[in-house]
């Protein structure tokens, strides 16, 4: 079993910035991505950006150039660096991680974070 424990999110104003980080904990014997999904009220759960233990990184469209997404191999850890946040940022971000799948699809990531709120308002 791996647990994993988001913490970072918070309030903030709109051009502003936050970081969110996920740390994995227990049985982790191969974590190949890491990724960051987010959902808001009323809508699905989407990808915000992933990456794979070679560093590979992969962003929706919506936060490219705008979220940097980082991992620590060492301290089984992954980062989601925001900046320039827009109200359309709020939701919730939950972290996922995966033994060996790389991608979008939330249905094949192994194990899942219990969610930190983000919320930018002015």
């Known amino acids: 079993q791996v647990q994993l424990v988001e913490s970072g999110g918070g309030l903030v104003q709109p051009g502003g910035s936050l970081r969110l980080s996920c740390a994995a904990s227990?049985?982790?014997?191969?974590?190949?991505?890491m990724g960051w999904y987010r959902q808001a009220p009323g809508k699905q759960r989407e990808l915000v950006a992933y990456?794979?233990?070679?560093?590979?990184?992969s962003y929706a469209g919506s936060v490219k150039g705008r979220f940097t997404i980082s991992r620590d191999n060492a301290k089984n850890t992954v980062y989601l660096q925001m900046s320039s946040l827009k109200p359309e940022d709020t939701a919730v971000y939950y972290c996922a991680v995966s033994s060996y799948y790389f991608g979008p699809q939330s249905s094949k990531y192994d194990y899942w974070g219990q969610g930190t709120q983000v919320t930018v308002s002015s």
């Open positions: 990456i794979t233990s070679s560093a590979y990184t």
């Open positions: 227990g049985s982790i014997l191969h974590i190949n991505t």
